[in-house]
Structures are given as C-alpha cells and as structure tokens.
C-alpha cells in the first residue's frame, strides 16, 4: 500500500482526472454526485468561502500490491481509505473516493476538499512523515505486503536530488495507468508541479527522449527509471489504449445486454398489491418517479387502499405514501424529500435530496 499527498488549485482538472473512463466511485460525501461536473461545482461552492486559500485540493492516490489483489474488493478498500484519512485528519469535509479498473496495479484516489464544513483549513504540516507512518499502521494491521525496490526506500531521509528524483519517479507511476499520449502524460504531470519535455528527431517530428523537471531539478526519462524512458513509456501508452478500447467493447455489450433485457420487461408488467401496472407506470417507477393507484389490496386481506408509489433505488421493493413523494418535511436536522424520509425509517441507505443553503439542493447519503 502507496499513498501520495498531493495539494493543487484546481477542483475541475483533479476531478476530471479521477472521473475517468474506468472510474467506480465508491463513495461520496457532501458533493453531488451524479457527474463528474456536478462533483466539482459542490467542492467550488464550499471552496468560495475561503477564497485566500490558493491550493484547497486535496488528492490522494493509493495503490496496492499485486500480491493483495485478491483480497482487494471494493468493500475493503473503502475501509483502507477512510481509516486512511482518519488517521491523517482528514475529517468533516467533502470527499469522493473511487477505484480505477484500468491497470493491473489496484490503485483508488480520494479527493478532498482541504477547506471543512466549518471553513477551516485542514493541516497539511508534515504529511510526508504522517503519510509514511499510517500507511505502515495500516499495511501491519492488515497484512499488506511491503513494497521492493523503489517502492520501499524511505523518501522522508532522502535530500535533493534523489528527493525530487523519488518524487517525479512516484508521480509518473500514479499517474501513467490513465494516460495514452504524451500529452496525456504532461498534462497530468503539470498538476503535480511537473514540467515534461519531450525530445524530437532532427529529419523528423518524432519523439525519441523525455526529461522531468522539479524543484528545478531535470532527470531523463531512463534516469528516473529504466522503464520510464520514452520508449517504455510509449509501450504504457499503447497498452493503455488496448485495455480502453477493451472495457469500451465490454460495456457496449453490457449496454446491448440492458436493452435486451429491458424489451424483455415489457412483456412481463408487475402487480402491485393486486393492481397490474401499465407499461408507462412502471416505466415511470423505474426511472424514479412514482404513481398513484387505486385498489390496492391490503397485506392482511382486510380492505383496499389508494396510494402514491414509489420504488427503492435496486427498483425491487415498492412503498407507499399518502402525500406526494417528492413533497419535502422536516425529518432530524435536515428538510428531504418524503421519499427519502421513507427509506431511511425503513432502514435503506439513500442519496436523499435535501435543501441546502442559498436555496439549493444538496444529496448526502443518509
């Protein structure tokens, strides 16, 4: 287990990043969720309100050994994650945490917002030494396995310019798994206060070398590592590509599945309480809306009722509600939706859709 700390300025470059192609988002807290553009005016909107902060993003890749892999479900690295960012102090502020699903190497990113709740600034001092020590804590807690090579030197003793070497050499191996050109490979590295320049054959615009700068410090490509000379990056780059265009394959025949699946439907309409739905009332159910209907026959046999209806978000259990689901009442400290209400009494986790300050809306889970 590998984790970096890296502060930035800009919320939309480091979300865009993350909300890749292969991203599974495990969990979100205190954003909006539903895209990635939604994500990043969530994080802008608290970071408003200490503008003098100049780099408020707080990103953190971790990876794991590929001796792990099998022990690594969602679930678990959820755990490792948040335990992770307790044991930093990364607390009451808005985050998401997703997994990357295109390399080998099982790696996930959190995202933070640096300014809390409370507008206060969370403290970044000595998170190089703090970073080494909870990643420690948490490989012996769990049994991960130690890192060799590289991976296992103890940067916090190192001075320049193995420093800056070990940290261009850690950035190119959180960032390479999501890059499939060159400038793919700059721009991700700009965001880690990386230059990148590229060297091109006299007769011909081709690349043929790469060097990285930080700290005012260059090394070669092949100087940071053997296989981060231009010609083993430019192998990444292709492999990169091939496993995109694979899980591109993988989800349109998911997608065609789906469709199929869904014309399937049709021709099987589910009864609710003794009512038969119409196709527009459970295409309307499956989206998340709801509908009223009479007649529904009670459980225990003693009597009919009437009813607004609704779903829960696996779309596999309905529930019933006098008023108008989408009205909104107060329930604990927040005013939410009657539906969401609903669910929480009866147990479920949802994204409930709450009002917010300045007249907006906000979706914490609940």
Known sequence: MIAKNIKGKSFKGCVQYVMNETAELLEAEGVWADNAKEMIRSFAMQRSGRKEIKRPVGHIPISFAPEDSHRLTCNFMLQLAKEYMEEMGIKNTQYIIVRHHNTDNDHLHIVYNRIDNNLKLISVNHDYKRNIKVCKKLKDKYNLTYGKGKSNVKREKLDNPDRAKYYIYDAIKSVLPNCKTPTDLRFALQELNIEVEYKHKRTIREIEGVSFRYDNISFKGSQVDRKFSFGNLQKEFDKNIE???????????????????????????????????????????????????????????????????????????????????????????????????????????????VKWYGGEFAYPYL
């Open 243 to 353: 496993l995109l265009e694979e899980r591109t394959q993988e989800q349109k025949e998911k997608q065609l599945s789906k469709v199929e699946q869904q014309a399937e439907d049709k021709l099987k309409l589910p009864v609710i309480g003794g009512v038969e739905l119409t196709s527009e009332q459970w295409h309307t159910l499956k989206e998340g809306g709801f509908v009223y209907l009479e007649n529904i026959r009670k459980k225990d046999g003693s009597g009919l009722f009437s009813s607004y209806v609704f779903l829960n978000e696996e779309r596999n259990k309905a529930f019933f509600s006098k008023k108008n689901p989408d009205v909104f009442v107060k329930f604990g400290r927040y005013e939410m939706c009657i539906r969401d209400k609903i669910l929480i009494e009866n147990g479920y986790v949802t994204k409930a859709k």
